[in-house]
């Protein structure tokens, strides 16, 4: 079965340090992963994905991922964080059927202090 | 352009009623899913449809749980006899057919049963 963990509820970050939000994964066969933001009051946005290639993916915001096939990982990065990126974050994979239904992390909230 | 919609924003019901919520995916979607976002257990997959076809309805909890989408826009999500455990978030979203990974999501029906 397919499933998703972020390991951490609360990130604290300093405004202007850099940010790491983890996630590791379970899947059969090749994974697609993919992480969302969910800011307050806010719908769910997506960030940024993997599907093939190279394994450090860029996304909106200034975010990116780095998959890790032999970790199982795909851990949310940013050099530098911002007041403004205060929000709940999940990770989420997909099977390789891409029936288009995601298996969701339990969502990581990112505390960025000024 | 305007993204995905859903109605009623809340709802609260008494326990035993049945409810419907709507969902208005963004035009041009064929792609469309029912999410469940409650304390307890996180982001949950209910259904996906590709058109009015469900090919996936692994997530929905119970046989009280239908959904239906007709003329492959509006879907409307069912829960009979709603029980204190169905409180939670609902949440839409929608995708192009090919590209399944960039779901856009509404801002969701909060249903409280009382």
């Known amino acids: 079965a397919q499933s998703v963990a972020q390991p951490e509820d609360q990130v604290n970050v300093a405004e202007g340090n850099p940010l790491t939000v983890k996630c590791t994964y379970s899947?059969?066969?090749?994974?697609?992963l993919f992480w969302y933001v969910q800011y307050p009051n806010r719908g769910l946005q997506f960030l940024l994905k993997y599907i093939t290639g190279d394994n450090l993916v860029k996304g909106s915001y200034g975010f990116e991922a780095e998959f890790n096939k032999s970790q199982t990982s795909f851990h949310l990065k940013k050099p530098s964080a911002l007041v403004s990126d205060s929000a709940l974050y999940f990770c989420a994979v997909s099977g390789s059927s891409n029936t288009g239904k995601l298996i969701f992390g339990q969502g990581t909230t990112l505390q960025v202090k000024p | 352009g305007a993204g995905v919609s859903q109605s009623p924003s809340n709802k609260v019901t008494e326990k035993g009623k049945d409810v419907e919520l709507r969902c208005d995916p963004i035009?041009?979607?064929?792609?469309l899913y029912w999410y469940r976002q409650s304390l307890g257990q996180g982001l949950e997959f209910l259904i996906y449809f590709q058109g009015n076809s469900a090919p996936d309805k692994s997530g929905l909890p119970s046989d009280r749980f239908s959904a239906e989408r007709t003329g492959g826009s509006v879907s409307t999500l069912t829960i009979q006899r709603t029980q204190q455990e169905d409180s939670a978030v609902y949440l839409c979203a929608s995708s192009y057919r090919d590209r399944f990974y960039e779901q856009y999501f509404g801002p969701g029906t909060r249903l409280t049963v009382t």
């Open positions: 035009s041009g979607h064929t792609a």
């Open positions: 899947v059969s066969g090749n994974p697609y």
